[in-house]
């Protein structure tokens, strides 16, 4: 499968954080952010920034001289015995508190074998999940999750995935044209959230990010009642800004 690979800014950011681990890491009894400042290259405020984002993730720790050392969770997700289980877990611990930052559901979804997979969620009371009437691995034309996918793709992977998947009229915002629906893949910015207004099922919402890890293609995305359609764009952006610790744990 070809990919069409543009880095976004989480990407920039879960790059820039796997060297300030990797420094970390070489200095096992500690080190400071000067040092860290030092080798890595990176600027005051970008390593702040960095650093609070890791100590949150339980990636990296302050000790009592201020200095940084690896986490727990790292060390965690870097046993290969209970890897598999550890990125679930961590995952979802990050999924629940995007959840609740940026006040929706919130999904992790692959392109795995050319099928749109939704491998994990986070929903709520308050925060309900998208009912899905039509299996997504279908309707990848209609929702945010299957664009946002497929615009990772290169052309000929996107045509062998429409050529397999009938475009289904889910609701009367649902695009059938495979060419009106190919051209707007190509023009959508990689670093601009792709929108599903009602396009998938009438009184939803949604918006996914790219989270592309190596040559694996996934994506995060949020859904919302339309009754709160007018918070989905700056939920999306919230999205976007938070991905990076996705990324991370993927990468590690």
Not at 43 to 50: A, I, P
Not at 123 to 143: I, K, L, M, Q
Not at 180 to 188: H, K, N, V
Request: with cysteine.
């Amino acid at each position: 499968m070809a990919l069409k690979h543009e880095p976004t800014a989480p990407y920039h950011s879960a790059q820039d954080a796997l060297r300030v681990l990797e420094t970390v890491a070489r200095h096992s009894t500690g080190v400071t952010d000067t040092l860290i400042s030092r080798e890595t290259g990176l600027g005051t405020e970008r390593l702040t920034t960095l650093l609070r984002m890791l100590r949150r993730e339980g990636f990296v720790e302050q000790v009592a001289d201020g200095a940084y050392v690896s986490g727990a969770a790292l060390a965690r997700l870097g046993s290969a015995q209970d890897r598999e289980e550890a990125l679930r877990e961590k995952l979802q611990h990050t999924l629940d508190r995007l959840r609740d930052s940026v006040g929706a559901a919130v999904y992790i979804s692959r392109y795995v074998d050319g099928e749109v997979r939704v491998t994990q969620y986070a929903d709520g009371p308050a925060t309900p999940v998208v009912n899905e009437w039509v299996d997504f691995r279908f309707s990848a034309h209609a929702t945010a999750i299957g664009k946002s996918l497929l615009g990772q793709l290169d052309h000929n992977a996107r045509r062998d995935h429409l050529s397999r998947h009938k475009m289904a009229r889910l609701t009367s915002r649902t695009i059938t044209s495979d060419k009106l629906l190919l051209s707007r893949l190509e023009a959508q910015p990689p670093t601009v959230p792709v929108l599903d207004l009602q396009e998938y099922a009438v009184g939803t919402v949604c918006a996914a990010v790219p989270i592309t890890a190596g040559s694996a293609v996934g994506c995060l995305a949020l859904s919302l009642p339309v009754e709160h359609a007018h918070r989905l764009r700056q939920a999306a952006d919230a999205l976007n800004r938070s991905a990076a610790p996705v990324l991370l744990s993927l990468a590690i």
